[in-house]
């Protein structure tokens, strides 16, 4: 399974989705305006408000065990 984890202001972190294939959560970010940046390590978007030039929001995805 995987978590898709919203990252907001002051590195405040909860949790959005969860999915059983990583593909479905990139296809979700995708539609959002999201894209993968390397130079983060997390999906970001490029609207133009916030400190580093996106909307202040970034999202991880995080694989997790199930029982």
Not at 26 to 53: A, V
Request: one cysteine or more; aromatic letters at 10%; glycine letters at 8%.
């Amino acid at each position: 399974m995987y978590l898709l984890i919203r990252i907001g202001t002051n590195d405040s972190r909860s949790y959005e989705l969860v999915s059983k294939t990583k593909k479905k959560l990139i296809e979700h970010l995708k539609e959002k305006g999201y894209y993968y940046s390397t130079k983060c390590n997390r999906y970001i978007d490029d609207k133009n408000c916030g400190i580093s030039g996106g909307s202040g929001t970034d999202f991880l995805i995080h694989e997790i065990d199930v029982l």
